[in-house]
């Protein structure tokens, strides 16, 4: 019998963004915006970000999911990531996020166009995504960090699920950077065994995480990375990646310690 394997991808944030200086800064300190190469992660998903911000391809044979953008400027990058790989942006059925800020979000629209795939946002970020970031509570009165604006196709709530070819994948309400930030759960067919893979963020606005933690450590994610990639030790990993395969990713006592670390800060 088939076994699966299990990614959870959990987001915070950790933004203070004033000025589009600062911006620039962060982005260059970071890596946000520089190309580094794709590769196959484990089965259907792939890693097409950049070296900074992580962006993941799930595929199938009906067609391809497409889960966070990175920064406005990542989108012919993540488009080249996708073909080297041997696969069509054209051929993205679902577009994905993990928040609607500018990090996550800049490029879907890019890909919208590209492909025409149905964009699902969760309901608390919607607004945000639908105005490019102009009715963050945040930061929507700086142009600095809006972005091309794109119109949500369907409307999620708290553990909605979404369904491709044989792919499904839970949506978590996890607030942090913005209200509706989103932790996803994607069940592979797989085998000898279910695999947990996470995908975590610092957290951002204290207001919003608070229900969040809790709902993290019952998680228990095995595998986790992240969209920001320094944020789990992405590079080491994917440095032992090359000998271990998906198991240099298996660190469940890493993950478990970096909720705690983030649920310090806000106490």
Known sequence: MKQKIILLIVVFSFFGFQSNAQLKEIAREKNWEETTEPFQLTGPLYYIGT??????????????????????????????????LGF?????KILLTSNARIDQSGALAYFKKMSNAN???????????ESGGRDDSQFGNNPDYQFEPVLADQVLKDQDTVRLGKILL????????????TTWEIILP???????????EPMGNAENYKS?????????????????T?????????????????????????????????????Q
Request: glycine letters at 8%; charged letters at 25%.
């Open 88 to 92: 069509r942006p054209e051929d993205i």
């Open 119 to 129: 964009m699902l946002i969760m309901d608390k970020d919607q607004s945000v995504l």
């Open 51 to 84: 070296l900074g911000l992580g962006s993941f391809l799930i595929t199938t044979e009906t067609g391809h999911i497409l889960l966070c953008t990175g920064m406005p400027s990542s989108g012919p990058q993540i488009e080249q990531s996708i073909r080297t």
């Open 230 to 266: 320094d944020f789990c030790n992405f590079e080491l990993k994917r440095k032992r990646f090359k000998q271990y395969g998906i198991a240099a990713f298996h660190d469940p006592s890493g993950y478990l310690k970096k909720i705690e670390e983030e649920e310090k800060k806000f």
């Open 170 to 181: 839970i949506a978590h309400l996890t607030p942090g950077q913005t209200r509706g930030s």
């Open 212 to 228: 969040s933690f809790d709902k993290l450590k019952k998680l228990k994610a095995g595998i986790w990375l992240s969209p920001h």
């Open 190 to 200: 797989a085998r000898p065994k279910p695999t947990r893979i996470v995908v975590v």
